[in-house]
Nanobody
């Protein structure tokens, strides 16, 4: 059973940075795709960033391009989301997700991910 645990959320001022971490356990790390999604109050869950590691495919939502970076530490089974130049509209609960056998175009599709973390709150406010 794959388990995911996010950490690193918090309150940050506009223009600041946060790095979210997702600890992944119980799965075959080598064939996996990981992604970050977020959900703001009253809004649907939306794609933020995703990676199909074996193919080297990485995708970002337009809202985060140039500001967010997804990466992983294979040795530690950790997936990261580095977020820079944060804006108030980035405020949301951020979720880590894991899926298997995804094609690159499917990275943005929440329905293709089998496992989810419980989420971590990110609040951008002065």
């Amino acid at each position: 059973q794959v388990q995911l645990q996010e950490s690193g959320g918090g309150l940050v001022q506009p223009g600041g940075s946060l790095r979210l971490s997702c600890a992944v356990s119980g799965g075959p790390f080598g064939t996996v795709s990981n992604a970050w999604f977020r959900q703001a109050p009253g809004k649907e869950r939306e794609f933020v960033a995703g990676a199909r590691w074996s193919g080297g495919n990485i995708r970002y939502a337009d809202s985060g391009k140039g500001r967010f970076t997804i990466s992983r530490d294979s040795a530690k089974n950790l997936v990261y989301l580095q977020m820079n130049s944060l804006k108030p509209e980035d405020t949301a609960i951020y979720y880590c997700a894991t899926g298997y056998n995804l094609r690159a175009p499917e990275l943005v599709d929440a329905g293709r991910y089998n496992y989810w973390g419980q989420g971590t709150q990110v609040t951008v406010s002065s």
